[in-house]
């Protein structure tokens, strides 16, 4: 696929991923990231594709950006294309055109037999040796199965093992040279961590914008079809982030936004986020939600927005 914008896109699919609500988020970014020039550096610590990331690192002018993701096999893919982007991209070919001369049948049978062995392996994986030719395998199987899997999810169940199903989609791009090649340079200088988002309060400085995206508040129990790990996002984890917004609020031209699902589109009286971010700015956009097993309930749903400007 012929990259025809020029400018890098993300380059994992993902369920409920920002691209569709970047063209509204813009109305929403604090204006000093528009030219007036006062925000010189971009924080995302809940990273997934990076959707947000990629539109203002190529439409800001930013000094700095840093980039964090806490799930090691994600973060492992940015770390991959920055440092050695050729490497992944021959373990990828070799992947796609296997892929594409199979039949269906025998697709579904690799998909699994990719998925097993991947799982297998997880245990192997350990950032703190440093092995670049391991790793770049490693990040060219999570980009296959993301790029072959149902929906684009990353679902793991309760011992960590990545269960998404096989995506039945006849011939997809495993490997866009082009937009690797512009990940590649996209992400020179960007510091990258696989850290918990808190590692935030270490690297903060003046001057910023950081925009927080965490795993979903499900909106009933059986909505929470997106397990990024084996640990949920319960709500002390959405209560624990709220205490580093505010803690990141006192440092003075310090731009944060945060989105979440919005709990009023299943009950008009749920308040917990007016709770949890009193006193802030709170607004709700219309988000086409693709997330919800019940076809039914797929459609546009309000997604909430926080922010301290
Ligand atoms: C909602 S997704 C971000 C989606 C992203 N904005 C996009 O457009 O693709 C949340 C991400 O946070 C990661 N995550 C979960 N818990 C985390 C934590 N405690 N610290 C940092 N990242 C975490 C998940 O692995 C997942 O990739």
């Not at 982007?85 to 037999?113: A, C, F, G, M, N």
């Not at 989609?169 to 990940?183: E, G």
């Not at 850290?195 to 499900?218: A, L, M, N, T």
Request: glycine share 4%.
């Amino acid at each position: 696929m012929v990259n025809t914008d020029k400018q890098a896109r993300p380059f994992l699919k993902w369920a409920g991923g920002k691209r569709q609500l970047l063209r509204q988020f813009q109305n929403y970014f604090p204006p000093e990231l528009n030219g007036q020039g006062i925000i010189k550096r971009y924080y995302e610590p809940f990273l997934g594709s990076g959707a947000v990331f990629f539109w203002v690192k190529q439409n800001c002018k930013l000094e700095e950006a840093f980039i964090n993701e806490l799930n090691p096999e994600i973060y492992l893919c940015y770390a991959v294309i920055q440092r050695g982007v050729e490497k992944l991209i021959k373990s990828l070919i070799v992947l796609q055109k296997k892929y594409h001369t199979l039949d269906e049948t025998v697709q579904v049978k690799w998909y699994y037999k990719i998925r097993r062995k991947y799982n297998e392996t997880r245990k192997d994986v350990n950032l703190k040796k440093i092995d670049w030719k391991y790793y770049s395998e490693r990040a060219a199987l999570t980009i296959f199965l993301n790029r072959t899997c149902f929906n684009g999810l990353y679902r793991v169940n309760s011992s960590g093992d990545f269960n998404v199903p096989f995506g039945r989609y006849r011939n997809p791009v495993i490997c866009d040279v082009d937009n690797l090649r512009a990940v590649s340079s996209l992400l020179k200088g960007v510091e990258i961590t696989n850290d918990d988002f808190s590692v935030i309060e270490r690297q903060i400085k003046k001057h910023s914008f950081v925009y927080f995206d965490p795993p979903y508040r499900p909106l009933n129990k059986t909505s929470n079809f997106t397990s990024y790990s084996a640990n949920e996002f319960s709500d002390k984890e959405q209560e624990r982030l709220a205490d580093v917004f505010k803690k990141l609020n006192k440092i003075d031209s310090v731009k944060i936004m945060l989105s979440n699902s919005d709990p009023k589109n299943e009950n008009k009286e749920d308040n917990y986020f007016e709770h949890l971010y009193d006193g802030f700015r709170i607004e709700r956009l219309k988000a086409k939600r693709m997330i919800n097993c019940n076809a039914l309930k797929r459609g546009k749903i309000n997604e909430i927005l926080v922010m301290n400007y």
